[in-house]
């Protein structure tokens, strides 16, 4: 995938979140929560599917995410998708393992830092896409687990807040390994 190709998917994924498709009408959402898992539905769903399927096919945005390499100040755009606590509480698992790995400097050829998506939990993409299930809802605060399929165990517990009509992650703990990123 070039760069520009690369460029126009995070500007189309920005457009969908800006166009308004999955801005917050937290009174036309109502507040039961589906039994099992299910593709996105609500708009807070929606608002997650597309921050993760932007991720599956752009790793700028996990990089962005972790500050590897310096890519926050490169990409800020990417700052109105994710919350700053979710971002700092992400950079600081980073950091810890990069001096942990390779003493506090990324080195060529080498794994340093957290060796998979700090979104999807995982070092590959869901084939299928991602099958979700609101735990809990409010006007403005939301918590969705997620899986790989819709009979799959789960693999991620999500928080997402409402920021300026906008929803946005604000912390993700990772279910099979127990990674914790703003996530209480």
């Given at each position: 995938?070039?760069?520009?190709?690369?460029?126009?998917?995070?500007?189309?994924?920005?457009?969908?979140?800006?166009?308004?498709?999955?801005?917050?009408?937290?009174a036309?959402?109502?507040?039961r929560?589906?039994?099992?898992?299910?593709?996105?539905?609500?708009?807070?769903?929606?608002?997650?599917?597309?921050?993760?399927?932007?991720a599956?096919?752009?790793?700028?945005?996990?990089?962005?995410?972790?500050?590897?390499?310096?890519?926050?100040?490169?990409?800020?755009?990417?700052?109105?998708?994710?919350?700053?606590?979710?971002?700092?509480?992400?950079?600081?698992?980073?950091?810890?393992m990069?001096?942990?790995?390779?003493?506090?400097?990324?080195?060529?050829g080498?794994?340093?830092?957290?060796?998979?998506?700090?979104?999807?939990?995982?070092?590959?993409?869901?084939?299928?896409?991602?099958?979700?299930?609101t735990?809990?809802?409010?006007?403005?605060?939301?918590?969705?687990?997620?899986?790989?399929?819709?009979?799959?165990?789960?693999?991620?517990?999500?928080?997402?807040?409402?920021?300026?009509?906008?929803?946005?992650?604000?912390?993700?703990y990772?279910?099979?390994?127990?990674?914790?990123?703003?996530?209480?």
């Amino acid at each position: 995938m070039t760069t520009s190709h690369r460029s126009a998917c995070i500007a189309g994924a920005i457009n969908v979140l800006l166009a308004g498709n999955v801005l917050a009408a937290p009174a036309e959402q109502g507040l039961r929560a589906p039994a099992s898992f299910h593709r996105a539905e609500s708009i807070v769903e929606k608002a997650l599917d597309s921050i993760l399927a932007s991720a599956d096919s752009d790793p700028t945005i996990n990089n962005f995410i972790l500050d590897r390499n310096g890519a926050a100040k490169r990409h800020r755009h990417l700052n109105t998708l994710f919350s700053n606590h979710y971002l700092s509480s992400a950079r600081a698992v980073e950091m810890k393992m990069v001096k942990s790995d390779c003493g506090g400097t990324y080195l060529q050829g080498e794994v340093c830092g957290y060796n998979a998506s700090a979104l999807n939990c995982a070092q590959s993409n869901s084939e299928l896409g991602y099958f979700f299930k609101t735990e809990s809802l409010s006007d403005n605060r939301a918590i969705i687990v997620a899986a790989w399929g819709e009979n799959s165990p789960p693999t991620s517990l999500y928080r997402l807040v409402l920021v300026t009509g906008r929803w946005v992650i604000d912390g993700v703990y990772c279910l099979k390994v127990g990674t914790n990123f703003n996530f209480k």
